[in-house]
């Protein structure tokens, strides 16, 4: 089984600036995903970013990215120059990647709460 | 990216009804959902994996006769609450995966959720 660590319940920056936010996974799968999902206020959760654990090279997305450590087993997101809107709650999760069809089950972490100060 | 729809949004009923919500995937086929259930400032907790065509797959503890699914066709799945109670008010979430070439899944989308009030 696997487990996914978030322990930072809750961090706020100032506007403009970066923050990290990390997650810790332990699995013995080689071949899978990681994930950072955002759920603001409205609930809705929203993908940020992805990673494939046999890709090398981190992932981006715009003022996003990732700091991903496969022998660690360290996944963590970077928000450069953090907006009012990166209010919320982010959650980080693992997906074990399945060639075939089949139960491609979420695990997540227990969550950070940040707080983007005007 | 793709686009998961719930219906309803929210929803009040009383005691002892039953109430559907349904899961759809508007630009793409699933032949996997998932329903959760997330309690205030908690993380998502897998109830359920609804498999179209067959039966899903309830996590240990999960009642099924209490949280029925249908998972009619690849782009529709329900969760029925039957006989609702206070303690089933909650925020439920569904979740699909678009099939790639060959049968494999990258990536779960999220429907915006259901906030259900068992009064």
């Known amino acids: 089984a696997q487990t996914v660590t978030q322990s930072q319940p809750e961090m706020s920056v100032q506007e403009a600036e970066t923050v990290t936010l990390s997650c810790t996974y332990d699995?013995?799968?080689?071949?899978?995903?990681l994930f950072w999902y955002k759920q603001p206020p409205s609930r809705q959760m929203i993908l940020v970013i992805r990673?494939?654990?046999?890709?090398?090279q981190n992932a981006t997305e715009n003022r996003f990215s990732v700091n991903f450590q496969k022998a660690a087993k360290s996944f963590s997101l970077k928000i450069s120059d953090s907006q009012l809107g990166d209010t919320a709650m982010y959650f980080c999760a693992f997906m074990k990647r399945m060639f075939n069809f089949g139960n491609e089950k979420l695990t997540f972490g227990t969550g950070t709460r940040l707080t983007i100060i005007p | 990216g793709a686009v998961v729809s719930q219906h309803p949004s929210r929803v009040i009923c009383k005691s002892g009804t039953s109430v559907k919500i349904e899961c759809r995937s508007l630009?793409?086929?699933?032949?996997?959902m998932f329903w959760y259930r997330q309690f205030p400032k908690q993380s998502l907790m897998l109830m359920a994996t609804s498999n179209e065509g067959s039966k899903a797959t309830y996590e240990q503890g999960v009642e099924k006769d209490k949280f029925l699914i249908n998972h009619a066709s690849l782009t529709l799945s329900t969760l029925t609450v039957t006989s609702a109670h206070p303690e089933d008010s909650s925020f439920y979430i569904c979740s699909a995966s678009p099939l790639l070439s060959g049968g494999a899944v990258e990536t779960q989308y999220f429907g915006p959720g259901t906030r259900l009030l068992v009064l």
């Open positions: 990673q494939e654990a046999y890709k090398q």
């Open positions: 699995t013995s799968e080689n071949n899978y995903y």
């Open positions: 630009d793409f086929q699933a032949t996997t």
